[in-house]
């Protein structure tokens, strides 16, 4: 059986003031049936250009897809017309973005935000669409679901939007759900909370989860595969298990070090990673990492490496010329 | 008006200190309908080159404790005393020397810079209000001197806040907070909105500034990895309250008040293997309005472990063991 989504060689750009920036500068993975894949990465990783851009929702201009294929339960998403595509997203597709007050409509009510998508997509009628919404409710743990859904989203707390959220993703039976940063502007408590229930439902409903977070705890508790981004490309990608003990690409290795642990004694210093992320307009043809790399050779500033296969593990891919020397010296981190 | 250092004083102590915000409706007659405790009696002091955690979710109150201190808000009771003074008592001209001693870092580096300010002019403005270098050839070494403390280049002067990277311009924000020399520094969720590289590379440079000058920090955040990593103690607050207040390694090691576990447990740690292992109930409902906050202990309607009195008695902060402070009745 086909994986459920394939992102092949995708690319998107942006025009700006400053010159071209390529975002998201062709990314490939797969995600199969019912998995959770994590995307990792910093502020300007392309993560979420990524993630947009599967789903097609990078405004034009400044932004244009300039290459690639999503193939999706059999179509190429890239070749479907706007209607068609449409229906993709909040059908088979549903989506949960990091602001719940931004994604809301807040002049509507959260009955009728989750009525409308059943409307749409299901051609359910106004009763059934009524019982679904708050047996959805129900489904996502939110009390007293007939009030609720008379209620406006400035109504509700920052957790409870987002769990309004997550019943509109889930609304029409998705086969995958695309999370960007869904808990990122949530309490910690509440964090756990939403992603205890996005993890709980995922996994009794058999849809898929693409999640996007800068958080390494959040993939660690939740991810089967990982695959981390850098300056628009994929770095490494592999199985969760294999990331966190056995990493290597130069800029995971710096990643799981700088993080201060609860799990582990405190230490005298963190181990940040030198220097800054690099300007996008001004990326030449060498890998993006180099200048803050501790591996780093003259080779490094030739060419762009791409993913290739790193012996131990079925599945993991890094893009560094020099991952298979780095494994014994990345053995301090697991 | 510094007390001699042979007495060791605690640089700040803050006493009962309640902050409450009126809630107003109506347009043309405003009358206050209700009260927001933002800070509703807290108690705690810090002592010379200590480092202070207060860690807490959003709306428990810990940046309006930040502002109070900063005089940025007045307290509506309570006192705040500072190297043996009471803040609340200056004069104006006593209340600027003061401002000079204590400093703030704040979280997001993108609006707390002015964005039509040179970097230079950003960093060399407190010294020119507070009047301290009048030569400005003076003022401008005294900046770059600064630049490179935080580990900038020099010539950043020259440029303005967008050509800068977030890490670089949390850097300007230290530099700026460095400007005065102060002596105590309230750093309010300083790292909180960096890149996770990046954010290590500020932690260092705050240890390293206050190894350097002997600084004291107030270091509000709601990352607790990184305070644990930052601080000597810390005070979880939760509604306008300090629930638990001990030494950094007991409270992480040996935490007592059921909301300090739960926060504990909220956070997931980069290990896939542990968090397999881990069992993980998060915390029940959210946390209430402070405008109506719970009867008794404002913990108990989300508390795993309370009892019938919890609903109607507030628990005093005390001490269980030597340094660790907890306010529930259920820990013994």
């Known amino acids: 059986m086909p994986p459920l989504l394939t992102v092949e060689d995708l690319h998107t750009e942006f025009r700006t003031g400053a010159g071209i920036v390529r975002a998201v500068d062709g990314i490939s993975y797969a995600v199969e049936q019912g998995e959770t894949v994590a995307i990792v990465g910093e502020s300007g990783s392309g993560k979420s250009v990524g993630a947009l851009s599967i789903l097609r929702l990078i405004p034009d201009p400044p932004g244009r897809i300039t290459r690639g294929a999503v193939r999706f339960l059999g179509r190429d998403l890239m070749q479907l017309s706007d209607e068609q595509m449409r229906e993709v997203r909040g059908g088979d597709i549903g989506m949960v973005f990091q602001e719940p007050m931004t994604s809301l409509n807040p002049v509507l009510t959260i009955g009728r935000q989750i009525t409308e998508t059943l409307e749409q997509h299901r051609r359910a009628d106004r009763a059934a669409a009524h019982r679904r919404a708050v047996e959805l409710l129900g489904l996502v743990g939110i009390a007293d679901p007939l009030r609720r859904l008379k209620q406006y989203p400035h109504q509700l707390s920052g957790g409870m939007r987002q769990r309004v959220m997550i019943a509109i993703a889930l609304a029409c039976d998705p086969k995958l759900i695309i999370a960007d940063e869904p808990t990122t502007a949530l309490d910690v408590t509440i964090q756990a909370q939403i992603l205890e229930l996005m993890n709980g439902l995922t996994r009794r409903l058999n849809v898929a989860l693409v999640i996007i977070t800068h958080n390494l705890g959040v993939v660690a508790r939740y991810a089967k595969r990982v695959n981390v981004m850098y300056a628009g490309r994929i770095v490494e990608s592999g199985p969760a298990g294999a990331i966190y003990h056995d990493p290597r690409h130069p800029y995971t290795i710096a990643l799981l070090r700088s993080v201060p642990r609860l799990d582990r004694p405190r230490r005298a210093r963190l181990d940040p990673v030198d220097g800054q992320p690099p300007d996008l307009t001004r990326l030449d043809q060498g890998c993006a990492f180099r200048a803050r790399c501790r591996f780093a050779v003259d080779a490094c500033a030739q060419t762009r490496p791409p993913l290739a296969p790193v012996s131990g593990t079925v599945g993991h891919l890094s893009a560094c010329l020099r991952s298979h020397e780095i494994a014994a010296a990345s053995g301090a981190v697991a | ?332």
């Open chain 2, 1 to 332: 008006m510094r007390a001699p250092a042979s007495v060791a004083p605690a640089l700040l102590e803050v006493k009962g200190l309640r902050k409450h915000f009126p809630v107003t409706e109506g347009i043309l007659a405003r009358r206050t309908v209700g009260e927001v405790k933002a800070v509703d009696g807290i108690d705690f002091t810090l002592r010379r080159g200590e480092t202070l955690g207060l860690v807490g979710e959003s709306g428990c109150g810990k940046t309006t404790t930040g502002r109070c201190i900063l005089l940025l808000e007045r307290p509506t009771a309570g006192e705040i005393v500072y190297d043996g003074v009471d803040l609340a008592t200056l004069k104006h001209k006593e209340l600027l020397a003061m401002r000079r001693r204590i400093q703030v870092i704040f979280q997001d580096p993108y609006s707390s810079l002015n964005p039509r300010m040179k970097v230079g002019d950003i960093i060399a403005e407190p010294i020119k209000v507070h009047a301290i270098e009048r030569d400005a050839a003076r003022r401008g070494a005294r900046v770059r001197e600064l630049l490179a403390t935080c580990g900038l280049d020099p010539n950043f002067a020259d440029r303005y806040p967008h050509e800068m990277s977030g890490g670089q311009r949390q850097r300007v924000g230290i530099a700026r907070a460095l400007a005065l020399d102060p002596e105590f520094i309230i750093c309010d969720e300083a790292v909180s909105a960096l890149d996770v590289s990046i954010q290590a590379q500020i932690v260092n440079l705050l240890e390293h500034l206050r190894e350097r000058f002997g600084l004291t920090y107030l270091f509000i955040a709601h990352d607790l990895s990184v305070v644990r990593h930052l601080c000597q103690r810390v005070a979880v607050m939760y509604l306008g309250r300090i629930v638990e207040l001990a030494d950094c390694d007991e409270l992480f090691d040996n935490p007592l008040h059921p909301y300090t576990r739960a926060l504990l447990d909220a956070v997931p740690v980069p290990d896939p293997t542990i968090e397999a292992g881990r069992s993980f109930r998060p915390v029940k409902g959210e946390v209430p309005s402070p405008i109506n906050p719970p009867p008794g202990c404002v913990f108990h309607p989300r508390c795993p472990i309370a009892v019938d009195t919890c609903s109607r008695m507030r628990p005093e902060l005390r001490e269980v063991r030597p340094g660790h402070w907890v306010a529930c009745s259920e820990v013994h």
